[in-house]
């Protein structure tokens, strides 16, 4: 059974006053103590010393506690939304690193408020637009205005793959950060591999030295990174042109390079693109998620993603480490 400590100060509401009365309590016996054996001379000497004292120690714990009433205001700032507020975190104590935590915390949950107010508007814009176009399709069909001819019926259906497109992907990423997508690592060829995820593609060329290059990793979660790559490169490539995807065994690891000879991104962009919802200035219909979940399926694999200096066009390099 737990022994319950006793706390006979917790009735008091205030911190100050707590160390005020502690400190008090020991001036008054201690003051008791030479009171007796002292003469009238040194007992005025002795109110006096206990009064300055119990006037320094709210001094002093005036300062002690601010933090603790600063964080006590900003939480109810963040009660109310407002995850803004930053506690003055100068001392090197308890009460410091108190205060430095709570402003840690306080950034992680501005930043997370922040990203859900963003999704929500993206997603939000991003289902609008085919939404918007189905319906008018949908709503031409049912006044007489176009007849349900092949024709129409495609474009319905293309809005209808968009919209469960973007419903895949945003699952996809949500799994994805969530963790709750544990790897599987096999080992496989490299080359058939590839062969495989862009057989689709009539563009796309791969290269892999040596030719009977293998890796361990997830099989998915790999055939995620290089389709969103290659279907980002072919997108952007200028029709006709050819999309390299090349392999590379190195110290490092694995090294997957996917590069077109489009407009490229700009260096002050080549840290944002792989955010969600960034298109890097493209207006072709994509959601802008395809680069994210590539991120995000090369870091469970431990490893890296970075777009490369390359002229013309881009060229985007994927380190994936050995196992």
């Not at 290659?230 to 390079?257: C, D, F, I, M, Q």
């Not at 959601?287 to 777009?307: D, K, N, P, S």
Request: with cysteine; aromatic share 4%; charged share 20%.
């Amino acid at each position: 059974m737990t022994r319950t400590i006793p706390r006979p100060l917790d009735a008091l509401t205030s911190f100050k006053l707590k160390v005020s009365l502690i400190v008090g309590v020991v001036l008054v016996v201690a003051s008791v103590v030479f009171w007796i054996g002292a003469g009238w001379q040194f007992r005025y000497a002795l109110v006096a010393a206990l009064v300055m004292s119990l006037v320094a120690v709210q001094v002093l714990a005036h300062g002690m506690t601010s933090p603790l009433r600063e964080m006590t205001s900003a939480a109810k700032a963040m009660a109310r939304g407002d995850y803004s507020t930053r506690v003055r975190a100068t001392s090197r104590d308890e009460v410091g690193q108190l205060a430095a935590a709570f402003n840690t915390m306080s950034h992680d949950l501005e930043a997370a408020d922040t990203y859900r107010r963003e999704l929500i508007g993206n997603v939000s814009h991003e289902l609008k637009t085919p939404i918007a176009a189905l319906r008018a399709v949908l709503e031409n069909m049912v006044d007489g205005v176009t007849v349900p001819d092949r024709t129409s019926l495609e474009l319905a259906l293309r809005q209808t793959e968009r919209l469960g497109d973007l419903v895949t992907e945003l699952l996809d990423l949500s799994r994805l950060e969530g963790g709750v997508l544990p790897l599987r690592p096999e080992s496989f060829a490299v080359g058939s591999f590839l062969d495989e995820v862009t057989v689709e593609y009539a563009c796309v060329r791969a290269d892999v030295d040596p030719a009977d290059l293998t890796v361990t990793a997830d099989r998915s979660r790999l055939t995620q990174v290089v389709t969103n790559l290659v279907e980002n490169a072919v997108r952007h490539a200028p029709a006709g042109s050819e999309v390299t995807v090349s392999a590379r065994a190195t110290s490092a690891g694995l090294h997957l390079e996917v590069a077109d000879a489009g407009p490229g991104i700009a260096p002050e962009e080549r840290l944002s693109v792989f955010d969600r919802f960034t298109r890097g200035g493209a207006t072709d219909g994509s959601t802008g998620l395809g680069l994210a979940i590539a991120r995000w399926a090369t870091e469970l694999h431990g490893g890296t993603i970075e777009v490369l200096d390359h002229s013309p066009g881009c060229r985007i390099r994927v380190t994936v480490p050995h196992a």
